[in-house]
């Protein structure tokens, strides 16, 4: 942590290698203005493993609801990747996401991962960061049900 001279009453601080716990700190009021603004937000959390045979997660899906959405934050087959599971991973999310009365899904990906998947499955691009990183896109996909 490296600090700077203060600014009023405020000191600011660099923190280089953060203890996580500090990211509860700074959402909370993040957190307090939107939902002042935006009430019922009615968050979740939602998850889809994928597990061996001996029942160890060697994959899955993690994702957030909030504002009606599922956010998938994270999708990783692992080992299992390549055996058709990404499609019925997201199935179930979608499943779920349906049965909770949630209006759609949204996430993003690279275009060296796997782009044309979410298309097949029905999500449209929202959103495009190109050159992130560089030689590649970060592209944001949404569907809507």
Same mark, same amino acid.
């Not at 290698?17 to 909370?28: N, Y």
């Not at 055996?83 to 779920?96: I, K, Y």
């Given at each position: 942590?490296?600090?700077?001279?203060?600014?009023?009453?405020?000191? &600011?601080? *660099?923190?280089?290698?953060?203890?996580?716990?500090?990211?509860?700190?700074? &959402?909370?009021?993040?957190?307090?203005?939107?939902?002042?603004?935006?009430?019922? +937000?009615?968050?979740? &959390?939602?998850?889809?493993?994928?597990?061996?045979?001996?029942?160890?997660?060697?994959?899955?899906?993690? +994702?957030?609801? !909030?504002? +009606?959405? &599922?956010?998938?934050?994270?999708?990783?087959?692992?080992?299992?990747?390549?055996?058709?599971?990404?499609?019925?991973?997201?199935? *179930?999310?979608?499943?779920?996401?349906?049965?909770?009365?949630?209006? +759609?899904?949204?996430?993003?990906?690279?275009?060296?991962?796997?782009?044309?998947?979410?298309?097949?499955?029905?999500?449209?691009?929202? !959103?495009?960061?190109?050159?992130?990183?560089?030689?590649?896109?970060?592209?944001?996909?949404?569907?809507?049900?």
């Amino acid at each position: 942590m490296s600090g700077q001279p203060p600014t009023g009453p405020w000191t &600011l601080c *660099l923190e280089t290698d953060p203890d996580p716990a500090l990211r509860a700190h700074i &959402l909370a009021p993040l957190v307090a203005y939107n939902e002042s603004v935006a009430p019922d +937000g009615n968050w979740g &959390l939602l998850a889809v493993t994928v597990r061996d045979p001996d029942g160890a997660v060697v994959g899955g899906l993690w +994702g957030r609801t !909030g504002y +009606g959405m &599922l956010f998938v934050e994270l999708l990783a087959l692992g080992p299992a990747r390549g055996e058709g599971l990404g499609r019925r991973v997201m199935a *179930l999310a979608e499943e779920e996401a349906r049965r909770r009365g949630l209006s +759609g899904i949204w996430l993003d990906t690279w275009t060296f991962q796997a782009p044309g998947f979410y298309v097949r499955l029905g999500f449209t691009e929202c !959103g495009r960061i190109p050159d992130y990183p560089p030689g590649h896109d970060r592209v944001f996909y949404v569907k809507r049900f």
